[in-house]
């Protein structure tokens, strides 16, 4: 796995503020979701950029460990991102498993990926069912019948979310509307693409507006 890690200079990094800790805030890098904090030592760190597996020291332990030796919950690691002052740093991962020893998805309660994280964790899920049987699977079965159903399934959609917001009540507009989130989410992957190339864009257009005094 390449990590992207061009933010990374060791000069820069405080380790001595923390008694030669850093905390690590881990973060599902498709949900957002704050999976757990932990602490590194220099050589975790550097662990975890040549292994691309979160790796940490263990204040308990005494030493430095690989979450998921031995679990098998290993968090595969998207990028490392210190703060301004250097003395802390966001790894961003997806995991394989629960990140919380108490099998649970984060150590900060007990609830899946809130908000928009929601839609993240609906996109894994798609490209989880894309590799499923078709016979067990609607998205595996839609997806095999390519981009043009797909697409044809999102107009669909649409023209009913369509109609329950002309004249549906609330919940029937908030249903039809996750079917068009789910069907648009499968139409990306048929595409190859993934939700994040459409946020792209909306970042794209925001800019103007945000230097637009």
């Not at 894309?130 to 839609?142: E, M």
Request: net charge negative.
């Amino acid at each position: 796995m390449t990590l992207d890690i061009s933010q990374i200079d060791f000069s820069q990094l405080d380790f001595a503020k923390g008694g030669g800790l850093i905390p690590a805030v881990v973060q599902d890098a498709d949900t957002l979701q704050v999976l757990t904090l932990a602490y590194m030592d220099e050589a975790a760190l550097r662990e975890t950029l040549d292994s691309g597996q979160a790796t940490f020291f263990s204040r308990s332990r005494g030493g430095r460990w690989r979450k998921g030796e031995t679990s098998g919950d290993f968090l595969n690691v998207v990028s490392v991102t210190p703060d301004c002052d250097g003395d802390s740093v966001v790894v961003k991962v997806r995991p394989v498993g629960n990140a919380c020893h108490l099998n649970r998805i984060s150590c900060f309660g007990e609830g899946d990926a809130p908000g928009l994280g929601r839609i993240g964790r609906l996109e894994r899920t798609v490209h989880v069912r894309a590799q499923a049987d078709a016979n067990d699977s609607w998205t595996a079965r839609l997806i095999a019948q390519g981009p043009k159903r797909a697409a044809q399934k999102v107009g669909e959609e649409g023209v009913e979310t369509a109609l329950a917001g002309a004249a549906g009540d609330n919940a029937e507009l908030a249903s039809e509307a996750a079917d068009l989130i789910y069907h648009l989410l499968v139409l990306l992957h048929a595409r190859h693409m993934v939700f994040q190339d459409v946020l792209d864009v909306l970042a794209q257009r925001a800019e103007p507006a945000n230097h637009s005094g």
